[in-house]
């Protein structure tokens, strides 16, 4: 099977058989190569090397497992390239990792604002913990304040680590009058 679709807190394990065709013992490089840019994957064998003996085989595992920086919908394609030493030609196979029923779940805590007792023309800064709760990492959010439904600040490109969290703190000018502070995240 050289497609899995693996949740983000699973890994995705391939059993690659190499065989060797000839009539003499050889001895086969391994090694990996990913076609994309993802960063959200770990990607390893069990080994760099098989000596196989003539007309024989040998099983390698190859491990692709998700970090902490993996997306929604986010996939991986990993060539396992096999070359025997002394020969020109590789063998190569090609493997896909997807992620499956993931979700960014975002918790803001510990809210608090400073100073605690203001005025009008008062500079205040509000500060408060946006924690991802959810199995994939949040990428790109955007935190915006606003005070009396009037947009004050905000934070933007924001990237939280499943499991993670960021510590924020946002200043803005208070107004005459009560100060409802709202605090969005998209």
Not at 15 to 39: A, F, Q
Not at 125 to 132: A, I, M, P
Not at 139 to 150: A, F, P, Q, S
Request: hydrophobic residues 35%; contains cysteine.
């Amino acid at each position: 099977e050289r497609i899995k679709e693996i949740k983000p807190d699973e890994k995705a394990e391939y059993e690659i058989t190499i065989k060797n065709p000839c009539k003499n013992v050889l001895t086969y490089e391994l090694k990996t190569m990913i076609n994309s840019s993802v960063e959200g994957f770990d990607v390893s064998l069990d080994t760099t090397q098989a000596i196989i003996e003539s007309k024989q085989s040998t099983k390698i595992k190859l491990i692709v497992k998700p970090t902490d920086y993996v997306k929604k919908d986010d996939w991986i394609e990993v060539k396992v390239i096999a070359k025997a030493l002394n020969k020109k030609k590789p063998g190569k196979i090609s493997t896909v990792t997807t992620i499956k029923d993931s979700k960014t779940k975002l918790h803001i805590s510990n809210v608090f604002h400073w100073p605690r007792v203001f005025k009008k023309d008062d500079r205040v800064e509000t500060s408060f913990k946006l924690v991802n709760k959810g199995d994939v990492s949040a990428r790109n959010i955007n935190v915006i304040l606003y005070v009396n439904d009037e947009e004050k600040n905000k934070v933007e490109n924001i990237t939280i680590p499943r499991g993670g969290y960021a510590d924020i703190s946002i200043p803005w000018i208070a107004v005459k009058g009560k100060n409802e502070v709202y605090i969005v995240v998209k």
